[in-house]
């Protein structure tokens, strides 16, 4: 009985697998010829084509010349940029409102409760609105901003000094500096002095590119432009609300037993914290953390509203309405969202074993 | 959960079987209304009154479309669209007729699948400017941020204005025209860049509009123009005419008011061949033959329209100048009918 039972339910399954499959691949061939009969080549030869558009802000080199598929890049790093510091604020802020709701203090709890129910509670398109158009007001304009040390802050951004020249060193500072952090003993010291050498011949190779009020606006310098600000701020005040519930439900998931044990042991409040309860903690905090380092990324798309010129506003946006190639543009588009997503998700899947085991 | 799985199925065979149909016009007889693309809010084009009725100059094109068809401007469906999805809407045969602030380009023309049938309003992209700025002209704006929204012909214009005279400059592109306001508004650009037909329109929401000065330059030739898709040759036809009609209507004196009486009367016979009188010009497209007759008594000929939704009965006062007919100092021309 128990046999044939099986073999019934083995067959039901595949029968459903060959349905499934079926309609998949019915479905795609009519889309398909559907698609034939439009008057509308298809395919991605565009993107080899000249944008003749220009981009507010980018990490490569891009001007009208440059073509479609190197306006995608473009956009991409953008997303790629945004997404990224918005992470590291995210983090930063949620993992101290998270423990900050847990603290002794009555006043500071209270404050950390106030932060999550008001950005919880807020749409995120309106905290976009709020510190893109609430903030650029207060701002003055180019030719009576601030100026501290040489930096410019007006409605056009901020201008900061622009290092440059040492830049490898300073990459490899950093690596060397994470590995000291990483590695034991004899080669910590190692890595260390290595970083300490590098920073230096960074340092002595290094010029400064001033920023400089001329005309209209401010030239040279690095510059960071108000809709990359707002939208980080933005992003990363929302998604942080949603992180320091996630840290405080891990937190106090913990026995209590753990704590008052570390407290017997003579650890202070934060000395527990710090290496008794959030190690444990962490455990279950990654994989809901992971869904909203997600959720930042795709949120990151509102960009086109307060025109910071990420992969939807550049390549979903204007490359679509000059090139008209609908289908092509939101599959790649789609594709990067699924890509980042589904990478992002292994990182932290991988992280969270390696800390299970 | 089953039942639902197998609704969203056929939901999806539905969506993907649409795609063979019959003629455009049968269609649309069929269903008994014109879907008709417009803007999603665009003062003198297609806009929406309080009590939600559509208004404009496009909005009264389809009216016109569709009272050739019933006899009746109001059988039509106005479905707002943003300038992503115009083009998308128009193929895959959600809308009849895109009525929607359209350029007619030739990439517009040729790649996307649609034919434009005419030109309906002869516009330029402008620039709009602080006065304090104390600029003339648009040469004098090198190193300027252009507030302007994204998705349109408009950030093209932008790039080879400045481009081809070698000045720097920084588009900033907002989804929305209105944010893109806000943000010029609130000093963020030096410019704010549109169409000179609604450019005026915008300026009056500024907080200070007298503070603000529409500069003389035009950067770029825009002419708007209706489109249809390019597999219905009949139906390009009928809304092809149907713009021409309402332009011949002007140059020929036929109003809303005395388009009937002229169809009875004995007229002239360029007059009488266009309101059916004579001829036999509608069965061609697939109409009766007073077909123009029914579309100038519900909305007017050209002239009346522009006056009532752009011109001087409506509160935007734009000047007709290039749109002034073609014997009228203006280069409205509409091939005769005959």
Same mark, same amino acid.
């Given at each position: 009985m128990e046999e044939t039972g099986r073999a019934a339910r083995f067959w039901i399954q595949a029968a459903l697998l060959a349905a499934v499959a079926a309609l998949a691949g019915w479905l795609i061939f009519t889309a398909w010829t559907n698609i034939g009969r439009l008057p509308v080549h298809f395919g991605l030869d565009f993107l080899s084509e000249p944008a003749g558009f220009s981009v507010l802000q980018t990490l490569i080199p891009f001007d009208e010349r440059s073509t479609y598929g190197r306006a995608f890049v473009v956009g991409l790093l953008n997303t790629l940029l945004v997404a990224a510091i918005g992470v590291a604020f995210a983090t930063i802020i949620g993992f101290s409102v998270g423990v900050a709701r847990l603290a002794p203090n009555r006043l500071l709890r209270a404050v950390a409760a106030g932060y999550v129910e008001l950005f919880r509670n807020l749409p995120l398109l309106l905290i976009l609105f709020f510190f893109y158009f609430g903030v650029l007001r207060q701002l003055p304009p180019p030719r009576t901003g601030f100026e501290f040390g040489g930096a410019f802050l007006n409605n056009r951004g901020l201008f900061l000094p622009d290092p440059q020249g040492g830049g490898w060193f300073l990459v490899a500072a950093l690596a060397l500096f994470a590995a000291a952090l990483v590695l034991k003993s004899?080669?910590?010291?190692?890595?260390?002095? @290595?970083? *300490?050498?590098?920073?230096?011949?960074?340092?002595?190779?290094?010029?400064?590119?001033?920023? /400089?009020?001329?005309?209209?606006?401010?030239?040279? @310098?690095?510059?960071?432009?108000? /809709?990359?600000? $707002?939208?980080?701020? +933005?992003? +990363?005040?929302?998604?942080?609300?949603?992180?320091? /519930?996630?840290?405080?439900? @891990?937190?106090?998931?913990?026995?209590?037993?753990?704590?008052?044990? *570390? $407290?017997?042991? @003579?650890?202070?409040?934060?000395?527990?914290?710090?290496?008794?309860?959030?190690?444990?903690?962490?455990?279950?905090?990654?994989?809901?953390?992971t869904s909203q380092y997600l959720n930042l990324t795709k949120n990151s798309s509102l960009a086109v509203a307060i025109a910071y010129p990420d992969l939807v506003s550049i390549f979903a946006g204007t490359t679509l309405a000059q090139t008209g190639q609908a289908v092509e543009i939101m599959a790649l588009t789609m594709g990067v969202y699924l890509t980042l997503s589904l990478a992002t998700a292994a990182l932290l899947n991988w992280q969270n074993a390696r800390m299970r085991a | 959960m089953k039942r639902q799985g197998i609704l969203y199925c056929a939901l999806a065979l539905l969506f993907f079987c649409a795609g063979a149909r019959a003629g455009t016009l049968d269609e649309v007889k069929a269903r008994g209304k014109l879907n008709c693309g417009v803007t999603q809010g665009l003062a003198g084009f297609s806009s929406t009154d309080a009590s939600g009725n559509w208004a404009g100059l496009d909005v009264d094109f389809c009216r016109a479309v569709a009272a050739a068809i019933f006899d009746d401007p109001s059988k039509v469906n106005f479905v707002p669209l943003s300038s992503k999805q115009r083009f998308t809407a128009l193929q895959s045969g959600e809308i009849d007729v895109l009525s929607r602030v359209s350029t007619w380009t030739m990439q517009n023309d040729t790649a996307l699948g649609v034919n434009f049938v005419g030109v309906i309003y002869h516009d330029g992209q402008g620039l709009m400017v602080r006065k304090k700025l104390e600029v003339q002209s648009a040469l004098e704006l090198s190193g300027a941020e252009v507030c302007t929204n994204t998705g349109t012909t408009t950030e093209l214009n932008i790039a080879d204005f400045f481009r081809s005279r070698s000045m720097p400059y920084k588009i900033v592109a907002f989804e929305k025209s209105d944010e893109a306001l806000k943000a010029y508004e609130a000093e963020r650009c030096d410019v704010y860049s549109t169409d000179a037909s609604s450019l005026s329109a915008q300026r009056v929401k500024l907080a200070q509009s007298e503070d603000h000065v529409i500069l003389p330059d035009l950067i770029s030739k825009e002419p708007l123009a209706p489109a249809v898709r390019q597999n219905d040759p009949q139906w390009e036809s009928l809304v092809r005419w149907t713009l021409f009609a309402l332009i011949n209507a002007e140059e020929l004196a036929v109003t809303k008011a005395n388009a009937d009486k002229l169809s009875r009367a004995d007229a002239a016979p360029g007059v009488r061949r266009l309101l059916g009188a004579e001829g036999d010009y509608g069965r061609a497209i697939g109409l009766d033959n007073d077909w123009a007759l029914k579309a100038i008594r519900a909305v007017g000929n050209y002239g009346e329209i522009f006056d009532r939704n752009l011109g001087q009965q409506s509160p935007l006062k734009i000047d007709r100048g290039l749109n002034r007919l073609w014997n009228n100092g203006g280069i409205l021309f509409a091939p005769p009918v005959r």
């Open positions: 004899r080669w910590r010291v190692l890595a260390g002095v @290595g970083a *300490a050498g590098a920073l230096m011949a960074a340092v002595a190779m290094t010029h400064i590119v001033w920023p /400089e009020p001329r005309g209209l606006s401010v030239f040279g @310098g690095l510059r960071l432009i108000p /809709e990359l600000m $707002a939208l980080v701020a +933005a992003l +990363a005040i929302y998604t942080a609300a949603y992180i320091a /519930e996630i840290v405080r439900a @891990g937190t106090q998931s913990v026995a209590r037993g753990q704590g008052q044990a *570390a $407290a017997a042991l @003579g650890l202070t409040g934060l000395q527990a914290m710090r290496f008794v309860v959030l190690p444990q903690a962490l455990r279950l905090v990654v994989p809901p953390l | -």
